[in-house]
T-cell receptor, first 113, second 114 residues
């Protein structure tokens, strides 16, 4: 089954404790992206990657890091999480550019205390 | 600046009635427009998109959207609403200056009343 998977689905952590949210797709997609969803703000793009070893900042990259060492994986790293990073996070992928249909993961709900 | 607006935070429609979820946009160049739906506790799912061609675009689950260039709108419609259509709907537009970026609206919550 074609899908985007994210782990963990739920995470409660404390300020400053490094964490990684994994994202993997099995569709051989070139484009991958991370979004955060906050009430009243919709989806905002954090980082995206057009292909392996190519990443770029989205609208709200502060406090986040990403890597794209393999085509299928695009982990999101929070080196020192803060409470304002409490949010619902989505990973997405598409065949080429985001003009192609984006396929979204199920989401990761992160709470930073 | 490129932008997309969904003027209604919430729309309530009785089951069986037609529904409309509004979206307006502001971009330079040709607008590429999308609708996505988010069901509870799920990721977003693609509904339909307008790239070029016919102004009326048909998508999944019986939804359609009409591209109106003069009004810079891309409203989502369905002739007869189902309770199962209750969800959060997002309009999105390609950033006119960049092929690698999509801008999402804030979302409209659709409630279909039985």
């Amino acid at each position: 089954e074609a899908q985007v998977t994210q782990n963990p689905r739920y995470l409660i952590t404390v300020t400053g404790k490094k964490l990684t949210v994994t994202c993997s797709q099995n569709m051989n997609h070139e484009y991958m992206s991370w979004y955060r969803q906050d009430p009243g703000l919709g989806l905002r793009q954090i980082y995206y990657s057009m292909n392996v070893e190519v990443t770029d900042k989205g609208d709200v990259p502060e406090g986040y890091k990403v890597s794209r060492k393999e085509k299928r994986n695009f982990p999101l790293i929070l080196e020192s999480p803060s409470p304002n990073q409490t949010s619902l996070y989505f990973c997405a992928s598409s065949r080429g550019q985001p003009l192609d249909t984006q396929y979204f993961g199920p989401g990761t709900r992160l709470t930073v205390l | 600046a490129q932008s997309v607006a969904q003027p209604e935070d919430q729309v309530n429609v009785a089951e069986g009635n037609p529904l409309t979820v509004k979206c307006t946009y502001s971009v330079s160049g040709n607008p590429y427009l999308f609708w996505y739906v988010q069901y509870p506790n799920r990721g977003l799912q693609f509904l339909l998109k307008y790239i070029t061609g016919d102004n009326l675009v048909k998508g999944s689950y019986g939804f359609e959207a009409e591209f109106n260039k003069s009004q810079t709108s891309f409203h989502l419609k369905k002739p007869s609403a189902l309770v199962s259509d209750s969800a959060l709907y997002f309009c999105a537009v390609r950033d006119g200056n960049r092929d690698d970026k999509i801008i999402f609206g804030k979302g409209t919550r659709l409630h279909i009343l039985p």
